[in-house]
């Protein structure tokens, strides 16, 4: 199976900024051969002319979160099938920093993932613990607990699991190698045990310097990349790592 290297653009690049990127990418992209899955999830009002850019290179979008509603009454929330309607195939969920800095519950995720799945976006569904829950050594109960999140009955579910311990993201820190195994295996087994057989992608300080090694772990499917995404050296260096 193609390994993902998902970039998470966050609330970063501005429109030129963007552009500038998609159009470096989709030219490298379109000279390469043998690429990995590449995920591009810019910020909402970017979707749009980010897809189009794309002019044909294998490259997907995603969006960084969606609505848990269908539709209706939501002031500023996207629902999946605007996303859908934008070109979307992927959204992330359950991104740390949307479940810290709005409050958002397990009970919110799991109708969040219950929407994407409904209208078939693959889920890019994110856990991992915070630094003191690692210094209690919590890690494991928490990434279960995160898992259990997921709505039940979701077999076959085009379904991805990031593994973003939150004091690795941003802060140049990366699991050591032993702990992105470990906890790739142990999500391998929660989700196994619900009967998925789902790809597990490391998140946190990747760079075009740790990911091929991160990536050459036996059991890590991919890389969601924050910051270096938005240097195109770095990112490509990544892709073809
Ligand atoms: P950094 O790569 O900037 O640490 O961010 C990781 C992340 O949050 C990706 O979703």
């Not at 009970?107 to 969040?112: G, N």
């Not at 050591?176 to 196994?192: L, V, Y």
Request: aromatic share 8%; glycine share 6%; with cysteine.
């Amino acid at each position: 199976m193609k390994k993902f290297i998902v970039a998470n653009w966050k609330m970063i690049p501005l429109r030129a900024e963007a552009k500038a990127l998609v159009e470096q990418l989709t030219s490298k992209v379109l000279a390469a051969t043998n690429l990995p899955q590449i995920v591009i999830c810019p910020p909402y009002p970017y979707l749009t002319f980010v897809q189009e850019m794309f002019s044909g290179a294998p490259i997907a979008l995603g969006a960084q979160d969606c609505s848990s509603h269908e539709e209706g009454a939501f002031t500023g929330e996207v629902s999946v099938t605007m996303l859908k309607e934008c070109g979307c195939q992927y959204v992330i969920i359950g991104h740390s920093e949307r479940r810290h800095y709005h409050q958002e519950s397990e009970e919110i995720l799991r109708q969040k993932v219950e929407q994407a799945l409904k209208q078939d976006l693959t889920v890019i569904f994110c856990v991992g613990e915070s630094k003191l829950q690692r210094e209690n050594e919590e890690t494991y109960a928490v990434i279960k607990r995160q898992l259990e999140a997921l709505p039940e009955k979701i077999s076959h579910a085009p379904l991805v699991i990031a593994y973003e311990p939150v004091w690795a993201i941003g802060t140049g820190l990366t699991a050591s190698f032993d702990d992105i195994k470990n906890a790739h295996d142990f999500i391998k087994g929660c989700m196994k045990k619900i009967g998925q057989e789902t790809p597990v992608l490391y998140g946190g300080s990747v760079t075009g310097e740790n990911a091929q090694e991160i990536l050459s772990l036996d059991n890590v499917d991919g890389v969601l990349v924050g910051r270096a995404s938005l240097n195109m050296e770095s990112f490509w260096k990544i892709c073809v790592a």
